[in-house]
């Protein structure tokens, strides 16, 4: 029902920074709006895990080691959700992953690679 679309990811040096974009390509409006929004991640032999999320009523929270260098935000007249990335180190490098919560269900997109070199 709802397609993501990741792009914005490469290689970077550490401290660097990046901007994630998750399209909702094939949503209408209403439903982008009602959708809670994620971005996690997955490294190499590791769980994926929560980096930041935004919900529909605007909330925001943030993963420890993301905090303080990492913004979510979304723009509902585009239905797109961005992950800026500051800071970045080593650590970041992972496949970053946009999700989506519509009515109780999940929806992925496919994943882009960031690469943090030292």
């Known amino acids: 029902q709802m397609q993501l679309v990741e792009s914005g990811g490469g290689l970077v040096q550490a401290g660097g920074s990046l901007r994630l974009s998750c399209a909702a390509r094939?949503?209408?409006?209403?439903?982008?709006?009602?959708?809670?929004m994620a971005w996690y991640r997955q490294a190499p032999g590791k769980q994926r895990e929560l980096v930041a999320s935004?919900?529909?009523?605007?909330?925001?929270n943030y993963a420890d080691f993301v905090k303080g260098r990492f913004t979510i935000s979304r723009d509902n007249n585009k239905k797109t959700t961005y992950l800026q990335m500051n800071s970045l180190e080593p650590e970041d490098t992972a496949v970053y992953y946009c999700n989506a919560e519509y009515a109780g269900r999940p929806f992925w997109g496919q994943g882009t690679q960031v690469t943090v070199s030292s």
């Open positions: 094939r949503a209408i409006l209403s439903t982008f709006t009602s959708s809670n």
């Open positions: 935004s919900t529909r009523d605007g909330s925001t």
